[in-house]
């Protein structure tokens, strides 16, 4: 009887950890994430030719992702009005498969959030979608678009000197897109594809330049500007799995069936120990 005990114990246990690396987010599931998305107030005119236009773009965008992780677009139209402007960029290491996939779904977040407006943008973990009906392209940018420091960390100066090497590191490495990490602490940064070499590096100074001066002892900063983005962590990689709410739906779906089988997996537990523990009694009193 006590084998057979300790072996539905052994089985409850083993269906619980199970669950929980099931609900455990995997990093690529990250990279859809929801980072930031921002609209213009003008809207278009329904069904018109610019609404063609930018559906037309969109389309672009989407199909260049599976063969490249920068393009941009200018589609024209038959009057100035209707043209439209647009570029997708995808993190310097994910595979095209992947970018193209984070491209699909920023393009339909896009569709939702920017609801009928002349203008919009998307940043996902993975990538970044903007379109337009002004031109934007090929322009250096800096303006802040999303600053978000984390808690202090206190005046660990170790901590803070390991930071400031890490983004010291990734100012000077070359390239769009550029990681770099040294113990717990991690680093990346990524150019729009638009930029020259040079509006990239002056990009990418100032963004590092304003984490170092924002986020003081923050223990994880992001710095998005306009065409480029600069990003540390202190506390190891979680940083750029943090939010999920893109996927919120569905892992609040997940949390539920979760805490549900937890629940009875606590019950069956709860039976299981008050039946040894009944046994035992029961075989003391024998
Ligand atoms: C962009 O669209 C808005 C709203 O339709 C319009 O007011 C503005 O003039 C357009 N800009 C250009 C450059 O066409
Ligand atoms: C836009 O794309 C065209 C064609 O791929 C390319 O020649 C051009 O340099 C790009 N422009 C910018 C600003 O990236």
Redesign the pocket.
């Known amino acids: 009887m006590g084998r057979t005990t300790s072996s539905s114990l052994l089985l409850t246990f083993t269906f619980i950890v199970s669950l929980s690396s099931l609900t455990c987010p995997s990093l690529s599931a990250s990279t859809d994430a929801f980072v930031f998305g921002g609209c213009t107030q003008q809207k278009y005119v329904q069904d018109s030719p610019f609404e063609s236009n930018l559906n037309s773009l969109l389309t672009s965008l989407v199909n260049s992702a599976t063969y490249s992780s920068?393009?941009?677009?200018t589609i024209m139209g038959s009057s100035p009005q209707d043209v439209v402007y647009g570029?997708y960029q995808c993190r310097g290491d994910l595979s095209m498969p992947d970018c193209a996939t984070c491209v699909a779904r920023a393009v339909s977040q896009l569709g939702v959030l920017c609801a009928q407006t002349c203008g919009g943008a998307l940043q996902l973990q993975g990538c970044y979608v903007k379109y337009d009906n002004t031109t934007f392209?090929?322009v250096e940018d800096k303006t802040v678009v999303l600053k978000k420091c984390g808690p202090s960390v206190g005046y660990d100066t170790d901590a803070m000197n390991l930071r400031d090497a890490v983004l010291g590191g990734l100012a000077r490495t070359g390239g769009a897109y550029r990681v770099g990490g040294s113990g717990d602490v991690q680093g990346v940064a990524q150019c729009i594809?638009?930029l020259s070499t040079g509006e990239c590096q002056d990009c990418l100074s100032e963004a590092i330049m304003r984490l170092k001066s924002d986020c003081g002892t923050a223990d994880y900063g992001d710095m998005f500007l306009a065409k480029c983005y600069a990003r540390y962590t202190t506390g190891g990689p979680h940083v750029y799995t943090k939010s999920h709410s893109a996927d919120k739906s569905t892992s609040d779906g997940e949390k539920t069936f979760a805490i549900i089988i937890g629940l009875l997996a606590g019950v069956a537990l709860l039976i299981i120990f008050l039946s040894f523990l009944r046994k035992v009694f029961g075989g003391n009193g024998k």
Request: aromatic share 22%.
């Open positions: 920068y393009n941009n677009y570029l392209l090929g594809g638009d």
